[in-house]
């Protein structure tokens, strides 16, 4: 069974910054692009960030831009969501997701995702 189990999720301090984590288990995980979106109560859910199978690539939010970092190590079997200057725009739940392919899919509207996790949260107060 594929599982992607997010964590680091918390309360923070307008500015602050927080490190998500998504663990993944049952796929071999350098072959899937990996990403994440988020959803903010009362709003639809909308993308955050996304990188290719080496890391060699990533692809952000303009919201986030500068601000977030998205990582990866292969070996852990981790994604990483690093999260600096973080807003109150900013709170919300935050979801893992992994796809075999990389590409515009992830961002477009209508977007397909083969795996996702249950979601961690993040709350930004001012």
């Known amino acids: 069974q594929v599982q992607l189990v997010e964590s680091g999720g918390g309360l923070v301090q307008a500015g602050g910054s927080l490190r998500l984590s998504c663990a993944a288990s049952?796929?071999?995980?350098?072959?899937?692009?990996m990403g994440w979106f988020r959803q903010a109560p009362g709003k639809e859910r909308e993308f955050v960030a996304t990188?290719?199978?080496?890391?060699?690539?990533?692809n952000y939010a303009d919201s986030v831009k500068g601000r977030f970092t998205i990582s990866r190590d292969n070996a852990k079997s981790t994604v990483y969501l690093q999260m600096n200057s973080l807003k109150p725009e900013d709170t919300a739940v935050y979801y893992c997701?992994?796809?075999?392919?990389?590409?515009?899919?992830?961002?477009?509207?209508?977007?397909?995702?083969?795996?996702w996790g249950k979601g961690t949260l993040v709350t930004v107060s001012s």
């Open positions: 997701a992994a796809d075999r392919s990389y590409g515009s899919h992830w961002y477009l509207a209508g977007a397909r995702l083969t795996y």
């Open positions: 049952g796929l071999t995980f350098s072959m899937y692009a």
């Open positions: 990188i290719n199978w080496s890391g060699g690539s990533t």
